[in-house]
């Protein structure tokens, strides 16, 4: 089988949230079972800083694009990853050199719209240049939206394209790509597209909602977030396009890569240690307390990563604050997002020095820190497609503490490997971290639930399956 992979981001080579994650870890996983696979991506500027320029290498190909009355170029460079798979980038420096992918702190750029058809379009004139056999494109998220759009419209008769099937994976139904409709006029498609059916969501064009309907197969990144998506409560107003194509979505929780994540050949962290031999965890805790300039003590440590929005819980978080810090604990803070939880946050941070650290950054090694250092991570969030963090943290032996919701709901079982809350309130936040207290402080039983956590398995091995399956079907 040969699968083609377009993604908005990718680790090593651009990264702001799981999806990229995924998409490094699945591309590779594939190919260890015998499948052929690519993957395109934009040629941002953050992918010439990772690759120097003798791995970054010309195809001398170029790409011409129409997006309303104009074409545009671009240019298809390419790197090999081990196990010699290609890695595509597409090049237009007007649209992808920038400091940020997708947005500023002051926002979206204006332009996304047409930075990703472009990308979608040359993505596909790339494939035919490149004369890339595919039997599958997998497409993920909006960015990549448009092209099972493309291949069903525009690409209908193109002989080159006749066999290729599309599965369009939802990483997060809340990032939906949402323009203002003369933007149909750069996709390139007629206005007969521009419906309740098929482009058109409430006087706007929806690049999701694109791929929702035209896509062969649809997957969401767990079991549990396949079914709320096509709720109300968690659709996003496309749970109706959903339920219609129930039949064809399905969900797979992401895999972890434990060469990256494994506390026992970490290499970002100061102490390796084993679910057999754990001593290794208290000197990461030590280091993160002087890392953090908290005080050296014993009191349980709670971390969190990640972005700093409404959807992971930080209103739940900023409302019970106080409770959590009355009961003793310490708390880590690692992320970036919304400014009024830049400032919220540093204003705590100010109220309680030595047992609260904030720090607003995208930093790798302290992820690595926090996730080995901490006793608990905090993870309230509203909603979550699946979450990566929580499974990173398991197998550090650090105890999750999760709202029962998505993949959340999916792997973690309370009490066993960690702690888990039906409602979303802070009386129910509270209530799991107080059971996660008075079992921190039983040590035995503690260690017993570390022991647990440490044993789960979510590894590639189960999810790399169900996707050749799906692809096989
Ligand atoms: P999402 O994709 O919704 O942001 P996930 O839990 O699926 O959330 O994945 C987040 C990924 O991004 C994890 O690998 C996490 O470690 C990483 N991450 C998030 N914020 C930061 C940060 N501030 N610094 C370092 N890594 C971060």
Redesign the pocket.
Known sequence: MNICQVAPEMVPFAKT???A?VVGSITPQLKKRGTSVCAFLPLYKQVKSVLSSSNLISTDLEVTVKMGDDLFLGRIWKTQLPGKINVYFIERNEYYHRDYLYSTPEGDYLDNAQRFIFFCRATLESIKLLGIKCDIIHCHDWQAGLIPVYLKTLYKKDPFYQEVKTVFTV??LAYQGLFWHWDMKLIGLGWEYFNYKQLEFYGRVNFLKGALVFADKLTTVSPRYAKEIQTPQFGYGLDGVLRERASDLSGIINGVDYSLWNPSSDKLIPANYTREHLSGKLKNKKQLQKRCSLLQSDAPLIGF???LTEQKGLDLIAESFDEIMKLGYQFVF???GEEKYHRLLSEMGKKYPTSLSVNI????T??HLITAGSDMLLMPSKYEP????QL?ALKYGTLPIVHETGGLADTIIHKTTGFTFKNYTAEEMLHAIRSALTLYLSKRQWRALMKNAMAQDFSWHHSAKEYLSLYSS
């Open positions: 949230g799981g999806l994650d990483h997060n990563i990640g972005r690692l992320g970036t950054a995208f930093d790798n302290l992820a699946c979450g990566l963090n990173y």
